[in-house]
């Protein structure tokens, strides 16, 4: 036990060191107002290129990854299936569906999915 904490911690130190040294040796950028303005072609833009972002698509990519964890936390249920019975397998995967299923209703039902306001 102890072995595995110190390999841990050298592990660790090492890998601070080497992300010290990374910030220490890396280029240093300067941004200025030339290097964040939009560039057309070396002519004044004809629009704004900093178009505001819809908070629609913000909202369907966090749901998104909300149900993706969700969907990735069902490979170990597969895994379960060797070390116990059909029964308690179908239990826990029914269970975990019908938590998914909720969230999908509550989402729905809040207007999260509506595209139309």
Known sequence: MMMIFNFSCIIFIISLIMM???SLISKKTFMDREKTSPFECGFDPKSSARLPFSIQFFLIAVIFLIFDVEITLLIPLIMTLKISNMTMYMLISMFFFIILLLGL?????QGALNWVN
């Open 20 to 22: 010290i040294l990374a």
């Open 105 to 109: 209703y509550h989402e729905w039902n």
